[in-house]
């Protein structure tokens, strides 16, 4: 089916002082697909759809859209020709109800009229299928609902293209099935769907063309039935990469970590043991209490009952310190917000959690905090310029590792590591899977938090599967499957 | 390389330059003003602005803010006072009372703040009128006059030719700024103020921390009470309430972070000395009051706007896709 153009880029650059953003990008985009636009992180991609939306402005290049051509956007020229970008974080107010949301610079004569509001909110709902009350408060809602809510007003204002930056990021399963339907639906009405996401799954799912984009350039645009996983990722890549998660074979028989009958404020009565050299995986879905539990067991939030025991002795951990000092380590699922200090550099974070022992006398000692820091950068392959730089300015992975260092040169033996790769880009998430091994091999116990389907199979040793707070089940390497995970987390 | 290395350099120090431009210009249009006494007698009588305001740095880069400032140092000023006049205590017991008076109010505010779990802003602004009722039960809006020597001279006296109060604000610059960074603790502020949560992930007992933050900052509002009190030869509930805004002014001037995590003792002096030396000068060069507080709100606007400007220039400029 050959359907017109509605949006086309040419020739598009954007400098950055040092910097090639985005080098002669042309991209043309058609009425009625869902386009995906697919590439590491660095690749462009936010700066291509940054330009698309005016947030931004190229340095060469044409824009071609409703039949005008334009050097450059502007917000209000973008969405006067009807683009509207949903960004990962969402730009609603909580404190208003999902109707005054959706309406919200809306052209609206006079006074507000809430009926006006709630009446336009529901038919746009009940033409999408979308069941959420209009009168509801956006913050009592779900991530997942706020997201519906954030697409919903968009199409509300009538958006020809619709840009979903990692929509998928933080929903599950049946959100994302829910998500899809609604992208189906958009897809049948004739507007244009540009998809990123870094899930390669999803883009066979619901994409028609795929457009691989790598260190600011163009690669090329595929159609998505007609190419395979492999393929994409060697284009994204630009180099063949082993897909296949590292093997190892180093669980030993002494146990690092014992939980007995533990309950928190959402979890009740849980019980597990973790081996040294050991990767035990935890699945559950989103609200299934595996961070929560994570938390509990390294004492950021209260226990309430249970026992833990560390190498075979009872603990009693009442905060995130006493966890550390027991070498209990722990990575947590919000990077930005609590795994770093983004306003301070690589050094000063890697250090932060053992400086008490970089002193000489009273003092710090900077050639022992710079000392450690260059032996994490080197472990780790932390890729910057310089250990001073701030962690703000790292990519995803680089963070991550950072986090890592952070948490290893506390002495920990038993590292918690919740979603350790969530919006890394492959070719970091693979680095990050061999350290995971590496500190196996060691002897070190990891407890591996995961939503990734794939890298829960492919890293675990064992998995245990939470559901409403409760453990559902335990697998084996042997009896590893989707369907038995999702069998036990959907366990009532 | 140089050049680059040259710009950062200005653009670190801005406000330094601005406090020595200001201080040449003044120079310039007044033979009063460009005395060794003179510029001596500026930085005596901000004295206690400085220490306090070195105080108010601290707790802002923890992350707080504290309101109470004015009014602690008045509860401290009387405590002493009635300590020296009402108990006949010596002098020097007297200010260690004070100073352990200070570090309780202190704390006090530290932990009420971890109490409620709501911000040190809403906190301090409550124990503000808290300290203030204090001050004025203790004193009975009487004043304390006719302190022994030994007392004014922290105020009064002189070693050469530099005065006592601006001995005792180096001695607090110093140690505070090489608590703040050289010092485990010092980090830890930072990290507190600059992410509390991810402190707490970190191992840091981030309660802990913000009481002891607050306790410094009290016995040094405690300093500053000594200072103000000694050098005016008089307490009362008057003396010391009024200071707070300005110490604020003083430290966002000087670059320390309304959220935490960033600044430096040297950003808040040179946020006191600008307000000092603009309000002397334009004394020195005839100015009159009323036209004062439009010059010194202007040049606040100017100075922050061109600040937080040069800030969001750097932000914006790291290419990031």
């Not at chain 1, 998660?245 to 597990?272: I, M």
Request: proline residues 2%.
């Amino acid at each position: 089916m050959e359907s017109k153009t509605v949006l086309s880029m040419k020739n598009i650059t954007k400098l950055y002082p040092g910097v090639v953003a985005l080098d002669n990008v042309s991209v043309d985009f058609k009425a009625g697909e869902v386009h995906a636009l697919l590439g590491e992180n660095g690749a462009g991609k936010s700066t291509l759809i940054k330009v698309l939306s005016g947030a931004i402005t190229n340095d060469g290049g044409k824009i071609v859209i409703g039949g005008n051509e334009y050097d450059h956007m502007t917000p209000a020229i973008s969405r006067g020709c009807g683009v509207e970008v949903i960004y990962q974080e969402y730009n609603l107010i909580g404190g208003l109800s999902v109707a005054e949301n959706i309406c919200l610079g809306r052209q609206m004569h006079g006074l507000v009229n809430k009926k006006e509001m709630v009446s336009v909110t529901q038919e746009l709902f009940e033409k999408y299928h979308i069941n959420i009350n209009p009168r509801a408060y956006v913050k009592e809602l779900s991530t997942a609902q706020q997201q519906l809510v954030e697409i919903t007003k968009a199409i509300s204002k009538d958006a020809q293209i619709i840009v979903m930056d990692e929509p998928t990021a933080q929903l599950t399963m049946s959100e994302v099935n829910n998500l899809y339907e609604i992208i189906r639906n958009l897809k049948a009405k004739g507007k244009t769907v540009i998809y990123i996401s870094h899930r390669l799954e999803e883009l066979f799912e619901i994409t028609d063309r795929v457009t691989i984009m790598r260190d600011g350039a163009y690669v090329t645009t595929v159609d998505t039935d007609k190419t395979t996983r492999d393929e994409l990722i060697t284009l994204m890549v630009g180099r063949e990469l082993n897909d296949s998660y590292p093997k190892r074979d180093c669980v030993r028989d002494e146990v690092a970590l014992k939980v007995e009958h533990v309950s928190g404020y959402h979890n009740t009565d849980v019980s597990f043991e973790l081996k040294k050299g050991e990767i035990l995986g935890v699945s559950g879905l989103v609200g299934a209490g595996r961070t929560e539990l994570m938390r509990v067991i390294f004492g950021a939030d209260k226990k309430l009952a249970g026992t833990v025991y560390v190498d075979g002795k009872e603990v009693h951990i009442h905060s995130p310190k006493e966890a550390l000092e027991l070498g209990i380590g722990l990575i947590p699922e919000d990077r930005k917000m609590q795994g770093c200090f983004l306003n301070s550099s690589i050094e000063w974070n890697i250090s932060i959690s053992n400086i008490r022992k970089l002193t000489t006398g009273r003092f710090i000692d900077k050639k022992k905090v710079r000392r450690q820091a260059e032996h994490y950068e080197k472990m780790l392959n932390i890729k910057t310029p310089s250990l001073e730089q701030k962690v703000r300015n790292l990519s995803g992975g680089n963070q991550q590792k950072v986090v890592l260092a952070k948490v290893l040169a506390a002495d920990t033996e038993i590292i918690i590591f919740d979603e350790p790769t969530r919006g890394i880009d492959i070719g970091a998430r693979h680095e990050i899977y061999d350290l995971m091994s590496d500190l196996v091999k060691e002897g070190k116990a990891i407890i591996m938090v995961s939503s990734d389907m794939e890298e829960l199979l492919g890293m675990s040793d064992r998995i245990i599967v939470l559901s409403e707070g409760k453990l559902t089940g335990e697998l084996k390497k042997d009896e590893f499957s989707q369907e038995a995970i999702m069998h036990l987390a959907s366990h009532e | 390389m140089t050049k680059s290395k040259i710009q950062k350099l200005i653009k670190d120090n801005m406000m330094l330059i601005i406090l020595i431009l200001m201080v040449i210009i003044f120079c310039i249009f007044s033979p009063n003003f460009r005395s060794f006494r003179n510029i001596m007698n500026v930085c005596t009588q901000n004295a206690y602005f400085i220490i306090a305001a070195i105080g108010v740095a601290l707790v802002m880069i923890s992350g707080g803010t504290d309101l109470s400032v004015g009014q602690a140092m008045a509860v401290i000023g009387i405590s002493i006072a009635m300590f020296m006049q009402n108990l006949g205590l010596p002098v020097v017991v007297a200010i260690i009372l004070g100073l352990i008076v200070g570090i309780i109010l202190g704390c006090f505010n530290g932990f009420m703040a971890n109490l409620l779990r709501i911000h040190p802003m809403i906190v301090t602004l409550a124990t503000m009128t808290l300290f203030q009722g204090i001050s004025y039960t203790l004193s009975g809006s009487k004043s304390f006059y006719g302190f022994p020597d030994s007392y004014i001279n922290i105020g009064q006296g002189y070693v050469g030719p530099i005065s006592v109060p601006v001995i005792i604000v180096i001695v607090v610059a110093v140690v505070i700024h090489l608590m703040l960074e050289k010092t485990c603790f010092g980090r830890f502020i930072y990290a507190v103020g600059g992410n509390a949560e991810t402190a707490r992930l970190a191992g840091i007992n981030v309660n802990k921390i913000k009481v002891m933050v607050f306790g410094i900052a009290g016995a040094l509002f405690a300093l500053a009470a000594i200072v103000l009190t000694s050098r005016g030869g008089s307490a009362s509930s008057n003396i010391g309430p009024g200071v707070e805004f300005d110490c604020i002014t003083a430290c966002v001037l000087g670059g320390i972070s309304f959220i935490g995590g960033e600044g430096k003792v040297k950003g808040a002096i040179v946020g006191c000395l600008i307000l000092g030396f603009l309000t002397n000068g334009m004394q020195m060069i005839g100015m009159g009051t009323y036209i004062q507080y439009i010059v010194k709100g202007i040049i606040l606007l100017a100075s922050i706007g061109y600040d937080t400007y040069q800030q969001t220039k750097v932000k914006k400029a790291p290419a990031k896709a």
